[in-house]
């Protein structure tokens, strides 16, 4: 039997008051969801996705229902319609965050849906990593998010310009501030106004949960921070889409530990602009940038525009990507072969049977 939608006060997602109404265009909805619903079904936001069912949010408040399939094919932002307690639609998402799951047999994992901009939160000290944030800066473009890098403990920072200036050459396609996450979150606010959406990425103890707290107002649990490498604990647990104090919409993640790409190649070229606009230049079309005559990216290297170690890192990122998008599609097909044979088994032992 499927589970009817609970009481209004048992629904709502942390920082959602029972008594807000909202209209579709605050919640994010935009001609592009639109054109899509074509039903009398009532449209809604996924603002919690939990094991069985997902928690939405729309006109006529909070509801909860089940899908027709798994509920990890839905992510924290999508658009779904749903009538009573069933989801009979899910809408063409604008954007998509993932990445490869933990563990050698896993899949792909989402981790948002529909956002504008992806905030990709570090801190002025040891944490800032910027192998760690070139694949955060790939995954964004991938996901055709507005990629942002917040830089927080710059009141602890002796000069935190000079991480501006790493963070900025990372790419062309990076905006980066910093700031106190206790007293200047409000940085943030051109972000996540008017039904906008932005969604908070980064290790652990680098201040995510303070930044939260401050747009949301909403008072959410910290840890301290270990001095000794500047990482902190876990302190969010699970997504969920919370409303901002200046009208947009709020996704907090988890501290990764991992962050394994897969399907973003196109991602990873953006980010890497210039190492893949001189690809064009080599003289043979196989190059493999290393020692060939005519190769136009160690001739890059050898004038000083252009870091080896950009290279390498360029050159590893791709290969991770391959394998990893590679044994994803090598485990589905597994899967659809093994669901084929399952099928078969059934319908031979029901005819067995003497079953229909």
Not at 1 to 16: C, D, F, Q, S, T
Not at 288 to 308: K, N, T, W, Y
Request: include cysteine; charge should be negative; proline fraction near 5%.
């Amino acid at each position: 039997m499927l589970p009817m939608v609970r009481p209004l006060a048992k629904l709502l997602p942390h920082g959602i008051k029972s008594l807000t109404t909202y209209a579709l265009a605050d919640l994010g909805w935009s001609d592009h969801f639109a054109s899509q619903h074509e039903t009398d079904a009532t449209p809604a936001r996924v603002t919690e996705v939990m094991r069985d069912q997902l928690i939405l949010l729309g006109e006529d408040g909070p509801a909860t229902a089940v899908t027709p399939d798994e509920t990890g094919h839905y992510a924290v932002g999508d658009w779904v319609a749903y009538e009573g307690p069933k989801v009979t639609q899910r809408f063409e998402r604008t954007t998509e965050i993932a990445r490869r799951g933990a563990g050698p047999q896993a899949g792909r994992q989402l981790i948002a849906a529909n956002v504008d901009t992806l905030a990709i939160v570090t801190s002025c000290n040891a944490d800032f990593n910027v192998a760690r944030l070139e694949r955060y800066l790939a995954m964004a473009s991938s996901a055709g998010c507005l990629p942002l890098i917040v830089l927080t403990k710059a009141d602890m920072a002796e000069d935190p310009a000079s991480y501006i200036k790493q963070a900025e050459a990372l790419s062309p396609i990076v905006t980066a501030l910093a700031l106190n996450s206790k007293s200047e979150a409000d940085l943030l606010m051109p972000w996540c106004k008017g039904g906008q959406t932005l969604a908070l990425v980064g290790s652990s103890g680098v201040g995510k949960t303070t930044l939260q707290n401050a747009l949301t107002g909403q008072i959410a649990l910290t840890q301290d921070i270990r001095e000794d490498d500047a990482k902190g604990r876990h302190t969010t647990t699970s997504r969920a889409l919370r409303p901002t104090l200046a009208g947009g919409w709020l996704i907090d993640t988890p501290g990764m530990r991992e962050l394994a790409l897969s399907d973003a190649s196109d991602g990873i070229d953006a980010v890497f602009s210039d190492v893949t606009d001189l690809i064009p230049q080599c003289k043979f079309n196989d190059c493999a940038h290393d020692s060939e005559p005519g190769c136009a990216v160690q001739a890059a290297i050898a004038a000083g525009d252009l870091d080896p170690d950009r290279l390498d890192r360029w050159r590893k990122l791709i290969r991770e990507d391959q394998h990893n998008t590679e044994t994803i599609a090598q485990a589905r097909a597994r899967y659809k072969s093994l669901q084929k044979m399952y099928n078969t088994g059934k319908k031979r032992s029901k005819h067995k049977r003497g079953e229909e």
